[in-house]
């Protein structure tokens, strides 16, 4: 680590006390750093950034490369948890690919960042995922099976996501995604966003089937099997060799 670097974390760490941030409060929202290490990785060397904040009370970590601290144009992912794909490697998601795919980018990079957000199964929780998952398994599809686990406000993960951004002092992102609403949706937490950078996976054997689905289904994410996959992240799958084009009705 560079001794500016250094510097600034001990800056920031002073600067992010804040009083009145104390239990949930809608209305007003306190996103902090609390924490930041080093964390060498298959992928690169990073740091690790873990935040409070007094919204959904999960511990939120942004993955650092390089230096990003009121830095322009910063490459940004936004990955939210999912214990079964990330760290299992199910395959009901693409999830652990994208997230891999995410993280060797930006290792490869001379800045940037992975916003890792706690909101497991698009912020319906493991329980609830699993549900969904038990539901699907006895034939019923994703719709009706949403409809059994309610509705995620997106709009409350935007927020401190943004917060975030703002409390590392990014002044401004590229954001590797394929959903141009996630954009529009930072942008409307003050994040400013001055381009997208297509996520696009490298096709390998786990996620062919998309490509192979894909091209047999019309854009629908069911397996061989004729079952549905729940579309955890909120951006639309797009593997090396796909026409993002293809993609666009799914979003
Ligand atoms: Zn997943």
Do not use: W
């Not at 001990?10 to 409060?25: A, F, P, T, V, Y």
């Not at 992928?43 to 511990?59: L, P, R, T």
């Not at 959903?179 to 062919?208: D, M, T, W």
């Amino acid at each position: 680590m560079t001794t500016s670097t250094h510097e600034q974390i001990k800056l920031m760490l002073e600067e992010n006390s804040c009083e009145g941030c104390e239990g949930i409060n809608r209305n007003f929202i306190c996103v902090h750093i609390e924490a930041i290490a080093e964390l060498p990785s298959r992928f690169g060397d990073f740091h690790i950034v873990a935040f409070s904040n007094n919204q959904d009370g999960k511990e939120h970590v942004a993955i650092i490369k390089g230096e990003v601290f009121g830095a322009e144009d910063v490459p940004v992912r936004l990955h939210s948890e999912c214990l079964t794909g990330d760290v299992i490697g199910s395959l009901r998601c693409d999830c652990r690919d994208q997230l891999e795919a995410a993280l060797k980018k930006i290792g490869g990079m001379d800045k940037g960042i992975v916003l890792y957000l706690r909101q497991e199964g698009r912020g319906i929780g493991l329980i609830n995922k699993v549900r969904a998952y038990s539901l699907q398994d006895q034939g019923l599809d994703t719709v009706e099976a949403n409809l059994a686990l309610g509705f995620r406000d997106d709009e409350r993960d935007y927020a401190v996501a943004a917060h975030m951004l703002h409390s590392l002092q990014v002044q401004s992102i590229r954001l590797m995604t394929n959903n141009p609403k996630k954009i529009a949706q930072l942008e409307q937490y003050g994040v400013k966003v001055n381009e997208r950078i297509p996520h696009i996976l490298p096709s390998n054997e786990h996620n062919r089937f998309y490509l192979e689905t894909k091209a047999a289904k019309s854009g629908h994410m069911i397996d061989f099997r004729g079952k549905q996959h729940l579309e955890e992240q909120s951006d639309m799958t797009i593997v090396e060799g796909m026409e993002e084009i293809m993609m666009k009705d799914k979003g």
